[in-house]
C-alpha cells in the first residue's frame, strides 16, 4: 500500500555507494530517517556503503503510519539488505529504539549480517501494553524528541496511531522470544535517562542474544534519541570502532 502523503522534507531514505562493506541502518517508530542520518553520513565518509531507507508509513503522516503493520516496517529493511547484498560482500547493521527492535530481527533471519549495534533499542516497553483498543482511542500523544540537547528537534509524529502501538508490541514479543539466535557481534548503546524505552532493556538484550562479542556502553548525556543527542561523537565513534574490530 503505497503512502498517501508526501514524504517530509528531512525524512527522504538516504543512500551512499562506498566500499564492498555495506552497512543497513533503522530510524525508530514513529520517527524518521532524520534521527539517524548523522551516523549514515558518517559511516558514509569512513568509506562503507550505506543504506537508510524510511520505513513504510513513516516521515509523512500519522494516518499513512497507521494504515501499515510490522510487517511492512520489516520489508522496508529487508529491501535496504538486498540492495546492499547486490553491492557488498559485508553488511553491518545499526538501529534506534524499535530501529534496533528490526536490527535484533534482521540478524536472527539474516545469520551472514557481520555486527549489530543497538542504540536504545526496544523489546519491553510495559506502558504501550496498557493502551486501549483503537476502536475506543484512535490516537495518542507523540513520543518523539526526547532529547536533552536544547534547540534540536527530532522530525517525528506528533500524534502516534494506537493500531501502530498494537503492531510495535506484537515485533518486540517475537523479537524478545527469539534472542538467543542472535549470534553475530552485538554493540549495544543505552542512555543512563530514556522517556520512551526502558533502559533496562538493554540489559535484557546484552544477556539474552548468544553472541561471544558483545558489549555494551552508556550513554550518559543524551535521552532516548541519542543519535541527535550529546553522545553523538561519541555514538559514531563507538559504532565505527566497533565494525572495524568484528570486519
Known sequence: MADQYPVLKGAEPYFAEGGEEGVLISHGFTGSTQSM???????AEAGYTVCLPRLKGHGTHYEDMERTSRHDWIESVEEGYRWLKERCDTIYM???SMGGTLTLYMAQHHPDIRAIALINAAIDMP??????????????DAIGSDIKKAGVIELAYE?????SVKEILALMDEVRADLEKVKCPALTLVSDEDHVVPPGNSGI????????EKEILQLKE???????????????????RFFRKNS
Open 37 to 43: 542520518r548523522p551516523l549514515a553520513e558518517a559511516l
Open 127 to 140: 506502558a504501550l501494553k496498557e493502551v486501549g483498543e483503537p476502536e475506543d482511542v484512535r490516537f495518542l
Open 222 to 240: 543524551s535521552y532516548h534519541v541519542a543519535t541527535l543527542d550529546n553522545d553523538q561523537d561519541r555514538i559514531h565513534e563507538s559504532v565505527l
Open 159 to 163: 500524534k502516534t496511531p494506537v493500531r
Open 94 to 96: 545499526a538501529g534506534l
Open 205 to 212: 538484550i546484552h544477556d539474552g542474544v548468544s553472541s561471544s
